[in-house]
């Protein structure tokens, strides 16, 4: 189903930012995503980031891939440049993006399915490379576009739709991102949006690559086995005469994530996942040390700033490309001819 345009009526007590924006500026197209997911709650917290931040709408550019975390570019900031790429590839899209033009603000939203699985490698290059970009994954741990089969960010013992029990150990996105030397690395929870909006600023400014991973419920695939009203049950017995699908809808899950001990969340199905942020002495710069309280801590699911390393030198330093967008380099200079490309080849005769 296509998205609803809104209506662009705007109320006179909105607040407005320093460029004279209200909120309503920063949004898209209504969410065709089911009522309580996650994923809407992530798109309200960039809107709200965006919108603090004063960021020229036409001076961003957001990106996707495939899956259900991928239609959320089309719910924020409808005046900026998008572009929805291949499954998996959306990092790699970023990353030709910014290498012509770096004047702008790049946003890739993914999933777990769409960068962990057929994604993984495009991703670690990005890592690789530093490109300066905010990536946020929003993992729910099945793949919703397809029915809830597990993602490679399952797990170990979940069960799925159809009660089968996930026996696969699971990627982990963050220690993924230290081990391969990522310089921005943060996690938090959808429905905290006290701890995502700041984490979302501090990701858009830092210097390089900037991952963030949101913990983001499901809440389809819920329904059990022996219910003959679960959707397992109505699929089997039923006699279709159009090809319809109906998710009951749900109440967003909301959770403020207290600063000491830990904060215990129930999921729709009755699951119950464990939250800790972390403490006030806690150090990001030391990537041992932030590993090292993640393995000790490796029951739960730890949130906020968890690593960040400013010094790094990010894709364009790393490359001395001109300081202005490649995009703004004459075709001469970028093409100097063939008489320039024999002289440069003779170097290597």
Known sequence: ??????????????????LGLTVRDYEGAMSTLCAGCGHDSITAAIIRA???LSFEPHMIAKLSGI??????PTYFVSGAHGFNSAHGRMAAIAT?????????????VSGDGDSLSIGLGHMCHAIRRNVKMLYVIENNGVYGLTKGQFSAS??????????EANRMAPLDPV??????????VARSFSGDKEQLVPILKAAIAHRGFALVDVISPCVTFNDHNGSTKSYLYTRKHIQRTTEAD???????????????????????DGSVVSFRAVPKDYDPRDRQKVYNYLQDHKDEIATGLLYVDESVANMHEMNQTPSSALSHVPYEKL?????????????FR
């Open 154 to 163: 399952a797990d170990v013992g979940s069960k799925s739709k159809k009660g």
């Open 50 to 52: 965006l919108w603090e």
């Open 246 to 268: 109906f998710v009951p809808p749900a109440t967003e899950i909301v959770a403020s994530i207290g600063q000491i001990g830990t904060t215990s969340v129930t999921m729709h």
């Open 96 to 108: 030709g993006a910014n290498a012509a033009n770096r004047e702008l603000t790049y946003i890739g």
């Open 175 to 184: 220690a993924l991102a230290l081990s391969i030397g990522a310089t921005f």
């Open 1 to 18: 189903m296509p998205s609803i345009a809104k209506p662009v009526a705007v109320h006179p007590s909105l607040h407005r930012n320093a």
């Open 335 to 347: 093409c100097p001819g063939a008489a320039a490309l024999d002289e440069l080849q003779e170097d």
């Open 67 to 72: 899956g259900c975390s991928s239609k959320t």
